[in-house]
């Protein structure tokens, strides 16, 4: 029975490379479900591991799954769908970002944003030239030959965007929560600027070059920026607006929550039309609809979006992890690289290499100039958080892997021998630092912080003394036991003094004056049977 049972499976699995599209749907989505599942009990199993995390787990899922499928289908293939840049894109990525967004502290990534903003961005450009411009010295000592100077801008661009997927599962926020906040809202800027910059790429023609370029590029990038940012918060006010005046809830709860979600998706599908950065609007559509719009929905509507969003998320990252562990076997791009394997390991390594450099070449100039900005010395970053960045960025993963086949095949699939070397380079540095750093992150982070050190991982706006010159900025009922009667001093001074706590200060004015008013929120949604009370929202701002 038994053999019985195992031919049937092998028959099924054959069955991939069959012509008939119908049977190959059929057999891949049944397959991948199961694989999803799998990953799921696995990764309740593995949940007190010390070593695994969710990625490398669905990662070696995905390895072993592609070599049954090699030796079931005698060696046609490893896979069980094709890779499709706008399944990632257009399915996959948005409910990963979105959520990151929704579930933000938000206190903790305003209070850091301006670093937030100097690593993920400056820090991107800062990487993206010295990957492009490594790469090309590098490959043409190893002969390479095969890549245009459109290329090159597009390996940096691709080795730029760093895994920010990972990087949330092996930096506690709980333990970490400086950290975490750093190297998360890092991560998400970071892939929205790359994918900016590829996209950049495409767009301009590299044959005519002349002084303007760098200029008109500049300017093209921060125009994605804002007009991205401003989309994603106009269509979460608009949510927040639509389901406050209406109230959704008062008939159906099922409504507000399906709002909620489709004018999620909405913000992302709208700046893929309008060619602006999907990613970023996603993720400020998701930090202002946690703050308004999620507050003005039913307790019942409030667990089901919280829990509905966290759950899209982690089952687009375990899919993608998956397919990645799958496509690594992928014979068709190996073949290529095996007929010069000394350029193919040769390449692998000088981009790796040239990840290493090109993270450590904006992280510690850049705190540096940071700490120059800082008068007290618990404010700044100290050498080992400066490392644990570094280290923790290190990471590649899905965006660069979505990235690489948009450049380097077309439908998953590629006949240039260049071309192929440059996929399969992308896929080796991105299982090496995913496994690698997966697995050693955790370890890192608590060699570096031990559990005694961590209420030293900073919360950089909590007052150190009753004379701290911050207390004032902190709004009614922030500050425990401080008198509500201490003299402010004036504007300047504390803008001069406490700049991010001043704009906090000001900014929370602004908004239970105005914003609050029209969009309701924490405070201001009306009462309703069935709506929590507001003091139990502990995870928003």
């Not at 054959?14 to 397959?31: C, E, H, N, R, Y």
């Not at 092996?170 to 998360?184: K, Y």
């Not at 049977?529 to 995870?539: A, V």
Request: a neutral charge; glycine letters at 8%; charged letters at 15%.
């Amino acid at each position: 029975m038994s053999v019985g049972l195992g031919s049937v499976l092998m028959n099924k699995l054959g069955g991939f490379a069959s012509s008939d599209p119908d049977q190959v749907s059929v057999s891949s989505i049944t397959l991948f479900v199961t694989l999803l599942c799998i990953s799921v009990v696995l990764g309740h199993l593995l949940e007190e591991n010390k070593w695994i995390n969710e990625s490398v787990n669905a990662l070696f899922i995905g390895l072993g799954t592609g070599t049954i499928l090699l030796l079931a289908t005698n060696g046609v293939s490893s896979r069980i769908l094709e890779f499709n840049e706008e399944l990632f894109f257009i399915y996959l990525l948005p409910p990963i970002i979105f959520n990151a967004g929704f579930q933000v502290k938000k206190k903790q990534f305003f209070r850091n944003f301006m670093t937030i903003t100097l690593f993920g961005a400056v820090g991107t450009m800062i990487s993206f030239c010295i990957i492009s411009f490594g790469a090309k010295l590098l490959f043409d000592q190893l002969n390479f030959g095969y890549l245009e100077l459109q290329d090159y801008l597009a390996i940096g661009a691709i080795f730029s965007a760093t895994d920010s997927v990972c990087t949330l599962q092996v930096l506690n926020q709980d333990e970490t929560p400086f950290l975490h906040s750093l190297v998360f809202g890092e991560g998400v800027v970071n892939d929205a600027t790359s994918v900016v910059l590829f996209n950049a790429i495409q767009k301009f023609d590299l044959s005519e070059i002349d002084s303007t370029m760098a200029f008109t590029f500049i300017g093209n990038f921060f125009y994605l920026f804002i007009t991205s940012t401003l989309l994603g918060v106009l269509m979460g006010l608009l949510s927040a607006y639509i389901i406050r005046k209406l109230y959704f809830g008062r008939h159906s709860t099922d409504r507000e929550v399906a709002l909620m979600i489709l004018m999620a998706y909405l913000s992302y599908i709208m700046a893929e039309l309008f060619d602006l950065s999907g990613i970023l609007t996603v993720f400020f559509c998701g930090i202002v609809m946690s703050h308004y719009t999620w507050h003005n929905v039913t307790e019942s509507s409030r667990v089901t979006t919280k829990h509905a969003f966290a759950t899209l998320s982690f089952i687009a990252e375990t899919f993608i992890f998956l397919y990645v562990g799958m496509d690594a076997l992928d014979l068709e791009k190996w073949k290529f690289a095996s007929s010069s394997p000394g350029k193919s390991v040769g390449a692998s390594a000088a981009l790796f290499g040239l990840v290493v450099v090109g993270r450590a070449a904006f992280i510690f100039p850049l705190s540096f100039l940071f700490n120059f900005t800082k008068k007290s010395k618990s404010d700044k970053l100290n050498l080992k958080q400066q490392v644990t960045i570094w280290w923790a960025g290190l990471m590649r993963g899905a965006v660069s892997m979505a990235l690489a086949y948009n450049q380097f095949a077309k439908s998953g699939h590629t006949k240039q021998p260049g071309n192929a070397i440059m996929i399969t380079c992308t896929i080796t540095v991105v299982l090496f630092t995913t496994v690698v750093f997966g697995l050693l992150t955790k370890h890192f982070v608590r060699f570096m912080f031990p559990p005694s050190d961590h209420i030293n991982d900073r919360d950089v706006s909590e007052p150190s003394s009753p004379t701290s010159p911050m207390l004032p900025l902190l709004s009614n009922g922030e500050a425990n036991g401080v008198e509500r009667n201490v003299r402010r001093p004036c504007s300047l001074q504390m803008l001069l003094s406490a700049p991010t706590n001043t704009v906090h200060y000001y900014w929370r004015k602004f908004d239970d004056a105005f914003m609050r008013p029209v969009f309701g929120g924490r405070g201001f949604a009306e009462f309703v049977p069935g709506t929590p009370r507001e003091d139990s929202d502990s995870h928003l701002v």
